[in-house]
T-cell receptor, first 114, second 115 residues
Framework: SQTIHQWPATLVQPVGSPLSLECTVE??????LYWYRQAAGRGLQLLFY??????ISSEVPQNLSASRPQDRQFILSSKKLLLSDSGFYLC?????????????FGDGTRLSIL | AQKVTQAQTEISVVEKEDVTLDCVYE???????LFWYKQPPSGELVFLIR??????QNEISGRYSWNFQKSTSSFNFTITASQVVDSAVYFC????????????FGKGTHLIIQP
């Protein structure tokens, strides 16, 4: 069966520091991968999605970037965090090329910027 | 552009009551897919159901049922005989039929089931 892992679960970072959140999927090949952010009391906003290694689509211009160095690895990064980057970050995967399949989410990372 | 509206920010009911969560969507695509997810206090998103735009049959799964009506662009979710464990934030989401685009989520409805 497929599993998705996200880490760390919780992160507290000072303003201006870098960020690296990692997500890996097991049990499937060539998945679509996604990063979402959930601000406090709000819905989920799609940040990035990827249909293959090195292929990244950005939905919202911001202080973040994403990379997919391996087939089942998706990384969310920032060079300098802002206070507004605080939130709950969720990684998700779905089977390749099939938009009608549900996305399956990791447990999320709670990021607090001080 | 796609949009999902969950007008109910928070609903509070007493256990065993029935409750309906509303979802209204907007899309110009003729092929699209609708989803409901549950987010318990622990934070993870749990997939509940998927419905495609060509299938307007209602669905029932235990205490859960879904009413999809294209005429009103709605995809409502009903919990019958609610239980405390149903307390969570519920999200309705939409995606188009092509490619691998991400989901467009509503802002969620916080459901509180009081014992």
């Amino acid at each position: 069966s497929q599993t998705i892992h996200q880490w760390p679960a919780t992160l507290v970072q000072p303003v201006g520091s870098p960020l690296s959140l990692e997500c890996t999927v097991e049990g499937t090949s060539n998945p679509n991968l996604y990063w979402y952010r959930q601000a406090a009391g709000r819905g989920l906003q799609l940040l990035f999605y990827s249909v293959g290694i090195g292929q990244i689509s950005s939905e919202v211009p911001q202080n973040l970037s994403a990379s997919r160095p391996q087939d089942r690895q998706f990384i969310l990064s920032s060079k300098k965090l802002l206070l507004s980057d605080s939130g709950f970050y969720l990684c998700a995967w779905s089977p390749i090329g099939r938009n009608n399949q549900p996305q399956h989410f990791g447990d999320g990372t709670r990021l607090s910027i001080l | 552009a796609q949009k999902v509206t969950q007008a109910q920010t928070e609903i509070s009911v007493v256990e065993k009551e029935d409750v309906t969560l509303d979802c209204v969507y907007e899309t110009r695509d003729t092929t699209y897919y609708l989803f409901w997810y549950k987010q318990p206090p622990s934070g993870e998103l749990v997939f509940l159901i998927r419905r495609n735009s060509f299938d307007e049959q209602n669905e029932i799964s235990g205490r859960y049922s879904w009413n999809f009506q294209k005429s009103t662009s709605s995809f409502n979710f009903t919990i019958t005989a609610s239980q405390v464990v149903d307390s969570a934030v519920y999200f309705c989401a939409l995606t188009s039929g092509g490619g691998a685009d991400g989901l467009t989520f509503g802002k969620g409805t916080h459901l509180i089931i009081q014992p």
